[in-house]
């Protein structure tokens, strides 16, 4: 067994590996980009490397940079986690010129079945069933489109050498195809290094199941049953679990069999997944093979009760697999959630900035959470924008699926945008609740999907006054050290609302958008007894506060278990599932101006590149139409007209670095 290992990647899947060498016994290396210099996976790692700028193509993308950090640090293997060098048979060959240990699969095997199109044309004279559509190598636009025409609108467009989402883009028309196409080889040229695609007929209604194989280099192969993938969103996953509802034993074994023949075909070794694109009458098609260790892992390891990880590293020191195919098992279900700064609000946009409070769900117990980064750390615009992955363990499907609920409703995350409270009404929608699953979901559940309308619970406000009470009563216990002095009792050290000869009294305001209220307040004993004036009725309110926000508290004889998360004069109030942002308004303060004109100009809405403007100065546009293409965390997104009007001018050019907030487009 190793005794040293470099990590080859960053983020969630570099704390993993760590965890999984420490309880081994094995010391780690990390490397880590300028932007990386303090995140978590190099405090948790032995020794750390720094391998260059930034941007990934200039660092985590440079296989030369990492085999000299590998060679420097004396590791014996490099583990090169998900996406970066995962699939880079060139990387994989390096390793072996250099006599470094590549965990994973040789790169004959990555080379055959890395490419998209030769991974089809190798299945396809294996017998397996494909989708039908264009796998070739002449990568002509013209001719692209005429593939398309054949296959039959509507296509998919696939980066030929990654996956996750990037470089895919479904098109319902031809009128679309060219646009669709140059984007997409600008992604896959971004986030793998090539720009050659595949065209593919989409299948309506499809589930996205795959399976789970993992071989040594003694020849034996095995599948871990199957995990199903199809709540996805822009062709990314969201929500992961394992084993695929309704899936049959027959139907099971099939498909596991294909995946390991797939697998035995290019002698692969270590862990990888046969993607199948399965209808709903219980076909399947081969869709791709990827030759890595999957993010949404951690589901197989709940079911099997196995560690990944450990398997990878074993095989890769030469160790047979350590289960046979009959001593596998599958116990209960497990379901995963991806956490990401993203904005739902605004088209999942991606979010950056700093954690400025990160509370995650409690671990044990069927919980857990897989993250690369803690209170403190910052979301950057160079890289994925996961902050954790949730996954839990039940004995069965409803028992998981009410784990998440809590699990997901016990995370508290200020400093970004991110998707918690749009995950739970998703576990919530009648479709995953009863197994419905395919791969367009999200868009058939979008009503559901909304934030609720309407004004915030009483409750919120309740929770917020309380905290908001308790802090500043904790404030005049301690402020000062005050309440250390032998004069402490002495009204003239107390920073509360004291008086003479009455009940101290003051008035807090909130507000939810239009909606604001006034609640006063005033001491009614012990620490965490109030009272509370409010629409015309003393309330009595009582409970616990912790400084971190936590409240447990009756208010007017109403119970209200919640978080209270203060930020400048915004207060975070985690509810019941849900995330409400208030203003902590002062009463007596001056009001703004209630409404602004409508702005001139397009603001960013994160940093990023401008890849490609869409419009000319002097175009008389539309509100909705697109204007510009960003490029941000590896994905390219279209940033619209937020309303008619005609364009005077572009204040940046194709090429260029943008802050979030800066002008991008002036309207006449």
């Known amino acids: 067994m190793f005794t040293k290992i470099l990590i080859a990647n960053r983020g969630e899947i570099a704390c993993r590996v760590i965890k999984t060498a420490r309880r081994m016994g094995i010391a780690t290396v990390a490397v880590y980009s300028d932007a990386d210099a303090t995140a978590r996976h190099v405090r948790l790692a032995d020794e750390a490397v720094h391998i260059g700028p930034s941007p990934a193509r200039e660092s985590y993308l440079v296989g030369e940079k990492i085999l000299a950090a590998a060679k420097a640090s004396g590791a014996q293997a490099v583990h090169p986690g998900y996406g970066f060098l995962s699939e880079n048979e060139a990387f994989a060959d390096a390793c072996a010129r250099e006599g470094v240990v590549f965990i994973g699969p040789p790169a004959s095997a990555i080379r055959a079945m890395g490419s998209k199109s030769a991974a089809k044309s190798l299945m396809e004279k294996a017998g397996v069933p494909l989708t039908p559509g264009y796998h070739g190598d002449d990568q002509d636009p013209a001719l692209l489109a005429k593939e398309a025409a054949r296959i039959g609108y509507p296509v998919l467009i696939k980066a030929s050498a990654g996956g996750g989402g990037k470089g895919m883009r479904r098109v319902d028309a031809a009128a679309e195809f060219a646009a669709a196409l140059a984007s997409c080889q600008r992604e896959a040229k971004n986030a793998f290094g090539d720009d050659r695609v595949l065209v593919e007929q989409y299948v309506l209604q499809p589930r996205h199941i795959e399976i789970q194989v993992f071989g040594d280099s003694l020849g034996s192969c095995v599948y871990l049953f199957e995990r199903d993938c199809s709540v996805q969103r822009?062709?990314?996953?969201?929500?992961?679990?394992?084993?695929?509802?309704?899936?049959?034993?027959?139907?099971?074994?099939?498909?596991?069999?294909?995946?390991?023949?797939?697998?035995?075909?290019?002698?692969?070794?270590?862990?990888?997944?046969?993607?199948?694109?399965?209808?709903?009458?219980?076909?399947?098609?081969?869709?791709?093979?990827?030759?890595?260790?999957?993010?949404?892992?951690?589901?197989?390891?709940?079911?099997?009760?196995?560690?990944?990880?450990?398997?990878?590293?074993?095989?890769?020191?030469?160790?047979?697999?350590?289960?046979?195919?009959?001593?596998?098992a599958i116990t209960g279900h497990a379901l995963e959630a991806r956490v990401y700064a993203e904005d739902p609000d605004r088209g999942f946009l991606p979010s950056t900035g700093k954690l400025l409070h990160l509370v995650a769900p409690k671990e044990g117990e069927g919980v857990r959470v897989?993250?690369?980064?803690?209170?403190?750390?910052?979301?950057?615009?160079?890289?994925?924008?996961?902050?954790?992955?949730?996954?839990?363990?039940?004995?069965?499907?409803?028992?998981?699926?009410?784990?998440?609920?809590?699990?997901?409703?016990?995370?508290?995350?200020?400093?970004?945008?991110?998707?918690?409270?749009?995950?739970?009404?998703?576990?919530?929608?009648?479709?995953?609740?009863?197994?419905?699953?395919?791969?367009?979901?999200?868009?058939?559940?979008?009503?559901?999907?909304?934030?609720?309308?309407?004004?915030?619970?009483?409750?919120?406000?309740?929770?917020?006054?309380?905290?908001?009470?308790?802090?500043?009563?904790?404030?005049?216990?301690?402020?000062?050290?005050?309440?250390?002095?032998?004069?402490?009792?002495?009204?003239?050290?107390?920073?509360?609302?004291?008086?003479?000869?009455?009940?101290?009294?003051?008035?807090?305001?909130?507000?939810?958008?239009?909606?604001?209220?006034?609640?006063?307040?005033?001491?009614?004993?012990?620490?965490?007894?109030?009272?509370?004036?409010?629409?015309?009725?003393?309330?009595r309110a009582?409970?616990?506060?912790?400084?971190?926000?936590?409240?447990?508290?009756?208010?007017?004889?109403?119970?209200?278990?919640?978080?209270?998360?203060?930020?400048?004069?915004?207060?975070?109030?985690?509810?019941?599932?849900?995330?409400?942002?208030?203003?902590?308004?002062?009463?007596?303060?001056?009001?703004?101006?209630?409404?602004?004109?409508?702005?001139?100009?397009?603001?960013?809405p994160m940093p990023g590149k401008v890849i490609a403007l869409l419009a000319k100065p002097g175009a008389a546009v539309e509100k909705g139409a697109p204007l510009l293409v960003l490029e941000a965390m590896k994905m390219e997104h279209t940033i619209s007209a937020p309303h008619a009007g005609t364009v005077k001018s572009f204040r940046f050019a194709a090429g260029d670095q943008v802050e979030e907030g800066v002008a991008l487009v002036e309207f006449e």
């Open 234 to 328: 822009r062709h990314q996953k969201v929500l992961e679990e394992a084993p695929a509802p309704g899936m049959t034993a027959e139907r099971r074994e099939a498909m596991g069999q294909a995946a390991v023949e797939a697998a035995k075909a290019v002698g692969y070794v270590g862990a990888g997944t046969v993607e199948f694109i399965a209808h709903p009458d219980g076909r399947f098609y081969f869709m791709e093979m990827n030759t890595r260790l999957q993010v949404e892992h951690p589901v197989t390891e709940m079911i099997t009760g196995l560690d990944l990880v450990e398997w990878q590293l074993r095989v890769a020191a030469g160790e047979p697999l350590p289960l046979q195919q009959r001593e596998l």
């Open 370 to 539: 897989d993250t690369g980064v803690e209170q403190g750390d910052s979301i950057t615009p160079f890289y994925d924008p996961m902050i954790a992955k949730l996954i839990v363990h039940g004995t069965d499907r409803a028992a998981a699926l009410a784990k998440m609920k809590t699990a997901l409703a016990a995370y508290r995350i200020v400093g970004v945008a991110n998707n918690v409270e749009f995950l739970g009404r998703l576990i919530a929608t009648p479709s995953f609740a009863n197994a419905a699953l395919d791969t367009a979901l999200i868009e058939r559940e979008q009503a559901r999907l909304a934030p609720p309308a309407g004004e915030p619970p009483n409750d919120a406000f309740m929770a917020a006054a309380f905290a908001e009470a308790e802090r500043a009563g904790h404030a005049a216990r301690d402020g000062n050290g005050a309440a250390r002095a032998r004069e402490a009792q002495s009204p003239w050290h107390r920073l509360d609302a004291w008086r003479l000869n009455g009940q101290a009294w003051w008035r807090m305001g909130f507000r939810a958008g239009e909606t604001g209220i006034e609640i006063d307040a005033a001491a009614a004993g012990a620490a965490g007894q109030w009272e509370f004036l409010f629409e015309d009725r003393r309330l």
């Open 542 to 604: 009582s409970g616990r506060w912790t400084p971190d926000g936590e409240i447990e508290a009756t208010v007017g004889g109403r119970r209200i278990v919640a978080a209270v998360v203060p930020q400048g004069d915004k207060r975070h109030v985690f509810l019941d599932g849900r995330s409400i942002v208030l203003t902590h308004a002062d009463p007596l303060g001056v009001a703004g101006a209630e409404h602004e004109e409508e702005g001139t100009g397009l603001l960013s």
